[in-house]
């Protein structure tokens, strides 16, 4: 194997395993540190044709490059626990464009890494965007930065119990004990309050520009364009304020500066924008492994047509 240097996203390797070959899991490990320099530089490593049809597959390689993977507690999207920490990559609609962001980000206990698996490729797009989130923060103009650096930003949401859209406090923190849910939000930063008994609010202020732990570097690290309303259409947004009195703290997901304020509409059109203008976006075949560092680069979902099964893990 030679090891070019490539630039930008994602950096690409044929491995050329056989389906169901056996290889790879011992492949990447006698490669590791040059992967993980490559990881480092790029933001992202596609690995081609890895030899993997099964969720079992997947599993047996998780199992030998790594040991920490992590559930996907706290999280707002909708996914399916599988095998493990392995989950289905999303289930938003097939039609719906799931703009870019960093896993996790408004948490206190974010992945360092994702491990994406193709299992079955859509018929068409459904590509797994990527963006250097490096690359958005020096795109920013200054004075927005400055501010979103001064106030940081706050993320709320309210969780039902069962009864309405997204998942339920339940699927959230995989547990019906609202003790259990109390704990971890206590030992993560958290800010809970349980409204008409069954009804959760959670409130996060999180920083929105960070250091990466290893290479120093700042990035553009927070999802708070997509917690805000506006990434809605507009009918959705509307019905969605009607239905809570207009007022935006209690829509199911909202997104605001860390004092509070709101963030001017403006600003978050253009983070889209900037945010979509760096995106990269690779075919999936069947066994490909796209191995993302969740704070250098950021991740979304093209619409596609067709079956789709893409899998997730988190380091």
Not at 30 to 37: K, L, V
Not at 56 to 70: A, P, R, S
Not at 94 to 113: A, C, D, M, V
Not at 185 to 213: F, G, V
Request: proline letters at 4%; aromatic letters at 10%; glycine letters at 6%.
């Amino acid at each position: 194997m030679k090891w070019d240097n490539q630039k930008g996203l994602p950096y690409t390797i044929q491995c050329q395993f056989m389906a169901n070959d056996k290889g790879f899991g011992a492949w990447y490990l006698d490669n590791q540190a040059m992967i993980e320099e490559k990881l480092k530089l790029n933001g992202a490593v596609l690995f081609k044709q890895c030899g993997i049809s099964t969720i079992n597959d997947f599993n047996q390689v998780l199992d030998l490059v790594t040991k920490n993977l992590k559930p996907y507690i706290d999280g707002f999207s909708p996914r399916s626990k599988l095998q493990s920490n392995i989950y289905t990559s999303t289930e938003y609609d097939k039609s719906q464009y799931i703009t870019l962001h960093n896993e996790l980000s408004y948490s206190s206990n974010w992945p360092n890494k994702l491990f994406f698996c193709c299992i079955v490729p859509s018929a068409t797009g459904g590509e797994t965007a990527i963006s250097d989130c490096r690359e958005v923060l020096h795109s920013i103009p200054e004075s927005i930065v400055a501010e979103f650096r001064e106030k940081g930003v706050r993320y709320i949401r309210n969780i039902h119990s069962g009864k309405g859209g997204g998942p339920s406090w339940q699927e959230t923190f995989e547990t019906h004990d609202k003790k259990e849910v109390e704990a971890f939000c206590d030992a993560n930063d958290i800010e809970y309050e349980w409204r008409d008994s069954e009804m959760l609010r959670l409130t996060q202020n999180r920083s929105s520009i960070i250091k990466h732990p290893v290479t120093k570097e700042e990035v553009w690290f927070n999802q708070v364009d997509q917690f805000h309303p506006s990434h809605l259409p507009n009918e959705i947004y509307e019905t969605l304020m009607m239905l809570n009195k207009n007022v935006p703290e209690d829509l199911p997901m909202y997104g605001c500066f860390g004092d509070g304020s709101e963030i001017p509409q403006e600003y978050l059109t253009e983070i889209r924008n900037i945010a979509d203008s760096k995106r990269v976006t690779n075919k999936w075949d069947t066994g490909d492994i796209l191995m993302v560092d969740n704070i250098l680069t950021s991740h979304g979902r093209m619409p596609y047509t067709g079956e789709r099964q893409i899998l997730v893990a988190m380091e």
